[in-house]
């Protein structure tokens, strides 16, 4: 079956499926650019939380759209419990889950039976390639990577096939996409780690070995690139940002697809993860932040 992005598709909701850091963030976006979004999350305080981001995110993410140049009423932003509540009508779903296998094709396998004929269905894995997680889906024609970076802060989404995506179906999602203040790129063959994860992997798995090998601390690996790069934040804070759980589910990810990996990085942030020191969201991983 071939599919597109349907011609009413301004007209109909985007489904968010996962509440967490990148999953509200995600809602804000398209919010932000006229779509209604549901956010469908199991957990209650994950609700909450999420709605909360919303309506403290969306006035900026709609005024730096009005500076672009695109004019939209900001969407509405609900949460349900289930995914099942979430679908009916919505022309995209997202999935923003935890970067598991065994909770990802058996979600696919739900939103292929259960959302309409003509939806798309998008996971935002940013290591696992959506081939990996079709094994329960009739209709892979429909399903696609799109990985997003950090929204707000970074507006890239790189978009890929899963071998069997309908030909045309990406380049029109990536002419959507910026209608929301969007800047999509598409992977021209499958990758895993797409473009930029794919660069940003062996960054951040050397910045890991030489804190893991005792040749210099968080501390100074991040310095010393700001200083040579000129970039805003150094690897171990974005790692901190990302969740040091969510790093090392990738990097477990990577080490089963290579096992010539060094074990160094992943011995380190396992330390840090079974002490509950995971980041920003506990408010300690590799510095430590106001909750």
């Given at each position: 079956m071939q599919f597109t992005v349907p011609a009413n598709a301004q007209e109909r909701p985007i489904v968010v499926v996962g509440g967490g850091t990148l999953g509200r963030r995600?809602?804000?976006?398209?919010?932000?650019?006229?779509?209604?979004?549901?956010?469908?999350?199991?957990?209650?305080?994950?609700?909450?939380?999420?709605?909360?981001?919303?309506?403290e995110a969306l006035p900026e993410l709609t005024a730096r759209l009005e500076k672009q140049g695109i004019s939209a009423t900001p969407g509405t932003v609900t949460t349900v419990a289930t995914v099942e509540e979430s679908l009916p009508g919505a022309w995209l779903v997202v999935e923003a889950v935890p970067e598991r296998l065994d909770i990802k094709r058996p979600l696919f396998g739900t939103l292929d039976k259960l959302a309409d004929a003509d939806a798309v269905l998008a996971t935002n894995s940013?290591?696992?390639?959506?081939?990996?997680?079709?094994?329960?889906?009739?209709?892979?024609?429909?399903?696609?990577?799109?990985?997003?970076?950090?929204?707000?802060?970074?507006?890239?989404?790189?978009?890929?096939?899963?071998?069997?995506?309908?030909?045309?179906?990406?380049?029109?999602?990536?002419?959507?996409?910026?209608?929301?203040?969007?800047?999509?790129?598409?992977?021209?063959?499958?990758?895993?780690?797409?473009?930029?994860?794919?660069?940003?992997?062996?960054?951040?798995?050397?910045?890991?070995?030489?804190?893991?090998?005792?040749v210099s601390t968080p501390e100074d690996v991040d310095a010393i690139m700001q200083a040579n790069m000129g970039i805003h934040a150094g690897p171990f804070a974005l790692m901190d940002q990302v969740g040091l759980d969510v790093v090392l589910d990738i990097e477990e990810h990577y080490a089963a697809e290579n096992p010539n990996l060094p074990e160094g990085p992943r011995t380190l942030l396992r330390s840090y993860v079974d002490a509950g020191k995971l980041g920003r969201k506990t408010g300690e991983g590799f510095f430590t932040y106001d909750k």
């Open positions: 995600i809602a804000a976006v398209f919010a932000s650019g006229g779509s209604d979004v549901r956010i469908a999350e199991l957990q209650e305080p994950q609700r909450q939380a999420a709605l909360d981001y919303v309506t940013s290591s696992y390639k959506s081939r990996e997680v079709i094994d329960e889906v009739s209709n892979p024609e429909r399903v696609f990577n799109m990985h997003f970076a950090m929204p707000p802060q970074s507006m890239a989404v790189e978009l890929m096939s899963d071998g069997q995506t309908s030909e045309g179906l990406l380049p029109a999602v990536a002419e959507e996409l910026k209608r929301f203040g969007l800047a999509p790129f598409i992977a021209l063959a499958e990758s895993t780690g797409f473009i930029f994860n794919r660069i940003w992997a062996a960054i951040k798995r050397e910045s890991l070995a030489v804190v893991a090998d005792g």
